[in-house]
């Protein structure tokens, strides 16, 4: 069993190896950008993936919103248990995240999508709606990248396929970018 975990943690440290500071430095600064022209932001994901977007509207909506002079707009659109049973039941499943985009969003805001596979239907089409509308996009994919990296602006990928080491650095980046805000609100322009 020792033998396992250890495996195990390396190659979770391989998994977090594989985020390029370059791009994180990038979505940051996207995220700055929302932050200024008081744009929306979007997180979605299934399964682990929409855990990691809840907790990732959380901190950023009041983790790295408190220090700064304007408080980020997030919005994680797994978090409505009526709207997407709703959605899901009188369209299909893989409307649930479109759905309410046609509600809210509006051009120059934020898509940001989280998979493992890169392949979530719900996922590839709420990113192919973002981009025919004029949303940024972002997506945090694994190691088979799949449809989502072909869609989006902005790709992330964790080297590995394995759901929890994936799902675990995907949130290591979503924790990058709202600590970057609560570490150095004056990248924000906040005044101390």
Not at 22 to 31: F, K, N, S
């Amino acid at each position: 069993m020792k033998q396992w975990i250890g495996d195990y943690i390396k190659a979770q440290k391989a998994a977090l190896d594989s985020i390029p500071p370059g791009a994180v430095e990038e979505l940051i600064e996207m995220l700055r950008g929302a932050l200024v022209e008081d744009r929306q932001v979007f997180v979605f994901g299934n399964g682990g993936s929409a855990v990691n977007a809840s907790h990732f509207a959380t901190d950023l909506g009041k983790g790295a919103s408190d220090k700064l002079n304007r408080r980020f707009r997030i919005l994680s659109l797994n978090d409505n248990v009526g709207w997407m049973t709703a959605l899901a039941n009188d369209y299909a499943y893989e409307d649930v995240f479109v759905g309410q985009l046609q509600n809210y969003a509006r051009p120059g805001d934020v898509a940001l999508a989280l998979s493992v596979s890169g392949n979530s239907p719900n996922c590839v089409k709420a990113l192919e709606w973002s981009r025919t509308n004029r949303l940024r996009t972002i997506a945090l994919v694994g190691a088979k990248r799949g449809r989502m990296a072909e869609i989006a602006e902005q790709v992330i990928v964790i080297n590995d396929t394995h759901y929890g080491r994936v799902e675990d650095a995907q949130m290591g980046v979503c924790h990058l970018l709202c600590y970057a805000f609560m570490e150095h609100p004056e990248w924000a322009g906040a005044r101390p």
